[in-house]
């Protein structure tokens, strides 16, 4: 809502600085946006006289004047202007000047002739013709009309010498969309009174308006109010300088006087007004029902709208005439031949008028204020209002009479005042008589205990409402600061967000960067991923109102997120990246409303030196810091999103929790690079299950510890990992630690064969080991290895 503070003067009279208003206003509860001077961007241009003119020297088109404006010495301005004579008052950019749009202003010379500025058209002062329709189009503006005197600023004369604040009004304020709302509101702050005017209508004009024009509402639930006055002779034309400029403060196109007077109203009022034409209304009647059988009609704007049957109109006997509450119908509107005139004061169903322009794609000043559900008790005020200002400008004649349909009366709300419960929900002790001040500064008034509501405030139901009032107007600032009370509460990291926690500092420790991606993913994800067509998890949740193809599900997988922010930093030439991502995805369950959402965690990587074992150890770092159970890898070599030689399963008592590896060549191209990518895909959710008992203190060993080397023979597709699991199992209890240290292919070793050598290390708590008790624990582990692996001893 934009508020003009000249406008605003008629209401209430302060004298604060726009600082000052707008500090004063935000704390009482109307929070200012912006605050614009319409004068920032017109500077050091004057009215000026015209002394003389003469004809340019050097140029057939050209005229050097002598302006008076207002200094010691007329100035020299040439112009190429036709429209300027001897004696004319204009607009005069003096030398250092700046236009609208940010044009500068300079002197110079024309041909030889020094001109010290510009004359300037009202379309170089950001001006239209609806804001002056006096004004020469293709010429300098002449001022002569325009009750300027020599040496006044321009902004004085167009009304430029003015603040607009922009108010950001809650949807449960309707009456703050009007002038006179944020009136009362700036009066209650300032603790000034309100100066509130009553229409005045003095009629008499020919005729009878029961005999010319009768209305009908067949839809109550729909109009809950429909007055509606005429006006006859009407005069059409530009409505006067000081209603254009307050419009055009307002971000309104002034058009003419009648149009002009329903915005006028609007913005004053906060009541949407029409205007019709009166030959137009078939039969001298008006009805306001829902659409039906009509399938059309084109509005004002010149569009042809789609009718549905529920749709609110304004009809006469024979067809629509205008979209209730939203915007009026061509072929009523008022043209520069209109004679006699009807003003429509309604109040509609807010509901139904925002289905409609939602529908229809046309979202109104009018429509959006019946949106809030605006009060009904307005409608009579803001025809009478109208009604007021055409005799004012002489633009009709108002017959007598109103017709009113009243089909809803709000019903008086009255609260009682509860000091000692405000007190306590405000920890304040502001006395019962301030409180009853407060609210009389809102036009509120309090009556043996009860607090009277106005129609205009349908925010006031209940105390907590009258309590931010006294609030607002005690002062937020003045309110005591306490502890809260009740219940002690304690603050802290869940189990899960420690946990996640520490795995963001191991995976930054380890130079991956942290990353956010979208849970809205595109479909063609798994494809480039090179998921199977029966891969479970392409059975994606679609959204209903996605943004786009690209965002239309969601994601049941992290890894073309990740590789969507690798692909980007590798077409932005980095030539490394380390990622990490705690993500969630969705995967639905049938017969279940809602998905389960677990969280991966994520890593990615390319760049010079990475690998698998790079990435292998970065997991394993993780999970240390993590302290997860015993784990082991196991190779996978069936998944297409891979390369089949280096990516394997991380298995936590044999349960899978996660895989690693090279993401597979093709689908890196699929993303456009064409270097080894990397991936981790871990499932978070697990890991929280998987994990090890708290460390505590163990003291260092007493008894030394023995070591053993072992170096069997195996089959070429026996992995490391599984003869260390081999191992471990048949040691038992002395065995502390396993360390590979050798792996050959060569003399002495059978093609399809290799020799793989580890150091074994075995200690006892209350004793030094002998042979006696190392040798039945290598004789396992060698029987072991024979029956499970057919590795054999070297």
């Known amino acids: 809502m934009n508020l003009s503070r000249k406008w605003l003067k008629e209401f209430v009279d302060i004298q604060a600085s726009d600082r000052e208003y707008a500090e004063t206003m935000t704390i009482a509860g109307q929070k200012v946006e912006t605050t614009t001077r319409l004068d920032e961007e017109i500077k050091n241009v004057k ?137 009362r509101e700036t009066a209650a702050a300032f603790n000034v009174p309100l100066k509130l005017h009553e229409p005045v209508v003095k009629g008499g004009g020919p005729g009878e308006l029961t005999a010319l024009l009768d209305v009908e509402t067949p839809d109550p639930d729909l109009c809950l109010r429909y007055t509606a006055r005429m006006v006859r002779n009407v005069k059409i034309g530009p409505s006067p300088k000081w209603m254009r400029q307050r419009l055009r403060s307002a971000g309104i196109r002034p058009i003419n006087n009648i149009v002009d007077i329903t915005n006028y109203v609007m913005v004053e009022y906060g009541q949407p007004m029409h205007a019709f034409d009166y030959r137009y209304v078939g039969g001298g009647k008006i009805i306001v029902r829902r659409a039906g059988a009509d399938k059309t009609l084109t509005t004002l704007d010149g569009n042809v709208r789609k009718l549905t049957p529920e749709m609110l109109v304004i009809a006469d006997e024979t067809r629509p005439v205008g979209l209730a509450g939203i915007m009026g119908g061509e072929n009523s509107e008022i043209v520069p031949d209109t004679v006699d005139v009807v003003f429509e004061s309604a109040n509609f169903d807010g509901t139904s008028i925002r289905k409609t322009a939602l529908a229809l794609g046309m979202r109104t000043e009018a429509s959006a204020k019946f949106e809030k559900n605006i009060d009904p008790m307005l409608t009579l005020p803001a025809v009478d209002r109208a009604c007021e200002l055409v005799e004012l400008l002489g633009a009709g004649e108002v017959l007598d009479g109103v017709i009113d349909i009243l089909n809803y009366i709000p019903a008086p709300v009255a609260l009682p005042l509860e000091p000692d419960r405000i007190n306590a929900l405000l920890g304040t002790n502001i006395p019962e008589a301030d409180m009853i001040e407060y609210l009389r500064r809102e036009q509120i008034s309090v009556s043996d205990g009860k607090i009277i509501v106005p129609t205009w405030r349908p925010d006031l139901r209940r105390m907590a409402d009258v309590a931010e009032e006294v609030a607002r107007f005690y002062g937020y600032n003045e ?214 008992p708290e460390k505590t203190f163990t003291a260092l060993p007493r008894f030394p510890a023995t070591s053993r080397d072992l170096a069997v023979v195996c089959d070429e597709a026996v992995t490391v990992g599984a003869l260390e699991n081999c191992i471990t199992s048949a040691a038992g209890k002395l065995l502390r630690e396993i360390k590979l240290f050798d792996v050959y292919r060569g003399v002495g070793i059978l093609p399809g064969k290799k020799s793989v050598a580890f150091s074994l290390s075995f200690r006892a708590e209350d004793r030094t080991l002998t042979d006696a008790d190392i040798e039945p624990a290598m004789d396992k582990i060698l029987k072991a290895l024979e029956q499970n692996l057919n590795a054999v001893r070297r």
Request: proline share 6%; glycine share 10%; hydrophobic share 40%.
């Open 47 to 183: 009215v000026g006289k015209v002394l003389s003119i003469v004809r340019h020297q050097n140029s057939d088109h050209m005229w050097v004047c002598q302006i008076d404006v207002g200094e010691a010495e007329p100035i020299q301005i040439v112009t190429g202007a036709q429209n300027v004579h001897q004696g004319d008052l204009v607009p005069a950019a003096l030398h250092n000047s700046w236009l609208a749009g940010g044009v500068h202003i300079t002197k110079g010379k024309l041909r030889g002739e020094v001109s010290n500025g510009m004359l300037c058209s009202i379309q170089e002062l950001g001006l239209t013709h609806n804001d002056f329709p006096d004004a020469c189009q293709d010429g300098i503006w002449i001022l002569n009309d325009e009750d300027a005197h020599v040496g006044q600023d321009i902004n004085e004369v167009i009304g430029n010498d003015d603040s607009v604040v922009e108010f950001e009004i809650t949807n449960n304020r309707p009456d703050c969309y009007s002038l006179i709302g944020l009136a």
């Open 479 to 692: 309110i005591p600061t306490t502890l809260m009370r009740g219940a002690t509460t304690r603050g802290g990291y869940s189990p899960s967000q420690k946990l996640e926690n520490k795995a963001g500092a191991a995976a930054r420790a380890m130079g991956y960067s942290e990353i956010i991606t979208y849970s809205f993913v595109s479909p063609a994800g798994m494809d480039m991923i090179r998921a199977p067509k029966d891969d479970p998890r392409r059975n994606q949740i679609k959204l209903l109102n996605p943004l786009g193809e690209d965002s239309s599900v969601m994601r049941t997988t992290g890894i073309p997120s990740m590789l969507d922010i690798l692909a980007r930093n590798f077409a932005y030439h980095n030539k490394a990246a380390r990622l990490y991502e705690l993500a969630k995805i969705y995967l639905p369950v049938e017969g279940e409303p809602l998905p389960r959402e677990p969280k991966l965690l994520m890593l990615g990587c390319y760049g010079p030196g990475e690998d698998f074992y790079t990435l292998k150890g970065a997991v394993e770092g993780i999970l240390s810091q993590l302290n997860v159970l015993p784990y082991s890898f196991e190779a996978v070599t069936d998944d297409p999103t891979f390369h089949p030689g280096r990516c394997a399963a991380l298995l936590v008592d044999g349960k899978r929790i996660g895989l690693l590896g090279q993401i597979h060549p093709l689908a890196a191209q699929n993303y456009g690079m064409d270097c080894e990518v990397y991936c981790a895909e871990l499932s978070f959710t697990e890991l929280l299950t998987v994990l090890a």
